[in-house]
């Protein structure tokens, strides 16, 4: 791994594990086994180089959930396998966590990958919602941007009620509600 692969790697560890603030430069140096020239060599400073952390983490969230929402199934398989899939609960989102970190937030910069990451995954949850319907696998009520938040906002909270329980029980009851209530009638 070049050393600019190993500072974003340790970067968007860093991240998900202590936040943007709790992420200093000290501490990416000493996760990634590189020197300090070599950090400002290759990026600017801390922001530089937590915008490519986070840039990495939210490509990496649209290939996974991109690989589930695309693949084989009806719209409900494939909507239950991005849900059940393997993951880190309680962790937590990699890319949902950084929406509450305020400096995250209140730079444009830092906040733009994250927003449109999530609006990504709204709109490929929104089109698979569409095409259940257009199949009448779905109720022909629904409207699909609602559905589609609520999907995302379930995975999101179960993240949030698994960790404050400590337990990733609350992750799963979450999600299987979710799928009952959108398992097709018929």
């Known amino acids: 791994m070049s050393t600019s692969e190993r500072l974003i790697e340790s970067t968007r560890e860093l991240l998900w594990e202590r936040g943007y603030v709790g992420t200093s430069p000290k501490a990416i140096l000493e996760r990634s086994g590189t020197g300090q020239g070599s950090m400002y060599h290759h990026f600017k400073g801390k ?11 939210a490509e990496e969230m649209r290939a996974t959930a991109g690989a589930l929402l695309a693949g084989p199934g009806t719209p409900y398989e494939r909507i239950e396998a991005y849900l059940r899939r393997e993951r880190d609960v309680l962790r937590g989102c ?9 400096d995250v937030i209140a730079s444009e910069a830092l906040r733009a990958p994250v927003d449109e990451t999530l609006d990504w995954l709204r709109e490929q949850l929104a089109r698979l919602v569409e095409e259940g319907r257009e199949q009448g696998q779905f109720a022909a009520s629904l409207d699909d941007e609602e559905v589609a938040a609520t999907i995302l906002a379930t995975v999101q ?30």
């Open 47 to 57: 922001p530089d180089l937590a915008l490519a952390a986070i840039r990495r983490t």
């Open 157 to 186: 909270g179960g993240y949030v009620l698994a960790r404050a329980s400590g337990s990733p029980a609350a992750f799963d009851t979450a999600v299987r509600g979710l799928l009952a209530l959108l398992r097709p009638t018929g």
């Open 94 to 102: 990699p890319v949902g966590r950084l929406t509450m970190d305020p």
